[in-house]
């Protein structure tokens, strides 16, 4: 609101003078330079590509009236993302536990460490294709990625910092003045365009090329771009699919939800006593132990896995959907008991189909993306 | 219902030129006056039994028609096809579906752009899920993204119903249900056969009239009904894992055609 009215007094001087410099066409004025003259920059619209699966889609893509994507905004956005200053000790960036090399995840790190070397609680999210999500974190806490991207700067276990301590670190740099000045301008350094400039760039992650994504855009019609699946992944998706099998599809979803998540909140029978989780954020009982169901793509590159990380490969994670989930999980998913079958028996898979099924969620993993230099400081 | 799809392709791909023509229709066919025409709004309502229905309660309020006590931690249902049905015969039918989820108040509402004359009619009709020919693997990108697709191997297409929560089984244990339905899936000597499992319903005591007033049709589902009338329903038979198991399927088909009550507002 503050911003808008200085924006507001801003605009009216712009036109003041230009009004006045257009009635003395015979005499130009010389612009006088000074440190806080309005800039006239204009940021430049940007246009996100999709990949042909996802361009299909209706859903909607997650974009701020406030904060549309700028070409300015999003390379600020990826200048902020690496840089150390945003913690206390100039010693960690977004970067650090958000490694493009491993989908923005801190892969082998069930708890990454925060800029004094202490362990944080809860497993780093990997990021990508997020402009289709409306909640983030593990437990739902932020609406948006502007207010997601808030949060770790002042955390007591990530980068310690103060906003304020941040805001004047950047505003003493030159160059990150301009730089905020072409994507923002006349706009104040602060948390509020900081966080616009990151979610920015986050939006422009992308992940959708892998050899399930060839496979099913070619069921829509679309040209075969790359390598589709191979007979192991195909019969990996069949047990995935089969409500009797791994039934993955109430929560993961399938050929057609290339998200492979509903962004549901759930309690997939990990404990007997869970974590909070979305009852951190709801305060209702009803809450307790469900978190965010995650997307499965990338899963080669972010290791370990669950919101604590407790599992260190696939293979324990298909495990414990055989035969160690907890069923007098408190707020447990009715969905993890399709399986089950109507005697109430658990459905184990075989070894084949273990390793077919690991197969397929492997393929999900798109090795463009986490080369693209697009993405690189 | 999937002409509704088919148009929307169509109109992004020549929205241009179909809005010309739709300008030269107008100056060459002049349209014969229309009766005049009200709006229409679908709220969806939830009952069970004679109680308002409430998600994720800690006790169990409600009870089936075999004494069996239960809750709701999810309900989402989708109903297309809705059609009123003029005394004269004419029949004004909403050319889209609409899925409700329970725990969004927001869905619950929805504003046909449609028309309806005034008139008398003499009933609706809906059809539960969709009919074999709107059931298209993959087709409504909104459903996709709420993972309602239904498994391939089940016959693919989308869900009808999910409706879930705990009951106190036979041994007075808290247990899950997880009514899912959609296609049926048949197995037998002669092999695997896709049943399709939508039913469509001219709704009991829906006649209404429309005046040159807007107005709201109310539906309200019963869930109740879903688990008697005709054949009480066992939730220590039929809990969770129903989806492929056909006679569970084809029994939700017979017991839910009178799920829905409909007023005039």
């Not at chain 1, 084949?352 to 492997?362: G, P």
């Not at chain 2, 014969?32 to 069970?48: G, K």
Request: with cysteine.
């Amino acid at each position: 609101m503050k911003h808008l009215k200085k924006y507001q007094i801003i605009v009216l001087l712009i036109f003041g003078v230009s009004a006045f410099t257009a009635c003395s066409d015979d005499d130009p004025i010389e612009p006088i330079p000074c440190s806080n003259c309005p800039t006239n920059n204009t940021p430049t619209p940007y246009s996100l590509k999709l990949p042909p699966l996802f361009s299909s889609s209706t859903t909607p893509l997650n974009i701020p009236a406030d904060n549309p994507l700028t070409v300015e905004g999003i390379a600020l956005g990826k200048r902020l993302f690496y840089e150390k200053r945003l913690s206390i000790n100039n010693s960690i960036s977004c970067s650090s536990c958000h490694n493009p090399a491993n989908s923005f995840n801190d892969k082998g790190v069930a708890f990454s460490l925060g800029a004094q070397g202490q362990p944080g609680i809860i497993n780093a999210m990997p990021l990508f294709n997020l402009i289709y999500a409306d909640k983030f974190n593990w437990n739902g806490s932020a609406n948006s990625l502007e207010e997601q991207a808030l949060m770790p700067v002042a955390h007591p276990l990530e980068m310690m910092e103060t906003w304020k301590n941040v805001a004047q670190k950047l505003q003493g740099d030159p160059t990150y003045v301009k730089d905020f000045d072409k994507a923002f301008p006349n706009e104040p350094i602060d948390s509020v365009i900081i966080t616009k400039a990151l979610a920015q760039f986050e939006r422009t992650l992308i992940s959708g090329n892998t050899h399930p994504d060839n496979e099913f855009a070619a069921d829509f019609g679309f040209p075969v771009t790359g390598a589709i699946m191979t007979a192991e992944e195909r019969r990996g998706f069949e047990v995935f699919d089969d409500p009797e099998r791994g039934d993955c599809g109430h929560c993961h979803g399938g050929k057609f939800n290339f998200n492979w998540t509903d962004y549901s909140f759930r309690n997939n029978g990990l404990d007997a006593i869970p974590d909070s989780g979305l009852a951190a954020v709801t305060k209702q009982p009803y809450d307790i132990g469900k978190f965010k169901v995650p997307s499965l793509r990338n899963l080669i590159y972010t290791s370990p896995y669950m919101h604590d990380g407790r599992f260190a490969t696939l293979e324990e994670v298909i495990n414990f959907y055989t035969t160690g989930v907890n069923p007098n999980s408190p707020n447990i998913s009715p969905d993890m008991f399709h399986r089950t079958g109507a005697n109430g028996h658990i459905i184990n898979l075989t070894s084949q189909e273990k390793s077919d099924l690991i197969a397929f969620l492997k393929a999900l993993s798109d090795e463009e993306f986490v080369t693209n230099p697009a993405f690189r400081p | 219902m999937k002409t509704i799809f088919k148009s929307m392709l169509i109109i992004a791909a020549f929205g241009a030129v179909t809005s010309l023509s739709s300008c030269d229709d107008e100056d060459e066919d002049p349209i014969t006056p229309a009766t005049p025409s009200q709006s229409a709004s679908i709220r969806f309502n939830h009952m069970s039994g004679n109680d308002t229905l409430m998600l994720n309660t800690t006790n169990k309020p409600y009870t089936n028609a075999l004494g069996q006590v239960y809750n709701v931690s999810k309900l989402r249902y989708l109903v297309s096809n809705v059609t009123l049905h003029q005394l004269n015969g004419e029949e004004i039918e909403f050319d889209e579906y609409f899925f409700v989820d329970f725990s969004k108040p927001e869905t619950f509402t929805f504003n046909p752009s449609k028309l309806v004359p005034q008139g008398v009619y003499s009933g609706i009709s809906y059809t539960f899920g969709f009919n074999e020919e709107d059931n298209t693997d993959g087709i409504y990108p909104d459903l996709n993204a709420a993972n309602w697709n239904w498994p391939g191997m089940l016959g693919g297409g989308y869900h009808f119903m999910q409706l879930e929560g705990e009951f106190v089984d036979s041994t007075n244990s808290d247990r899950f249900f997880a009514t899912h339905m959609g296609t049926a899936r048949k197995i037998d000597s002669s092999g695997t056969a896709y049943v399709a499992n939508h039913f469509d319903v001219l709704i009991p005591n829906s006649s209404f009239t429309v005046g040159n007033v807007d107005f709201e049709l109310e539906f309200t589902i019963d869930i109740n009904e879903w688990y008697t009338n005709p054949v009480n329903w066992d939730f220590n038979v039929y809990g969770p894992g129903i989806m492929p198991i056909y006679d569970a399927q084809r029994l939700l088909n017979t017991n839910g055609r009178d799920v829905f009550t409909v007023r005039k507002k």
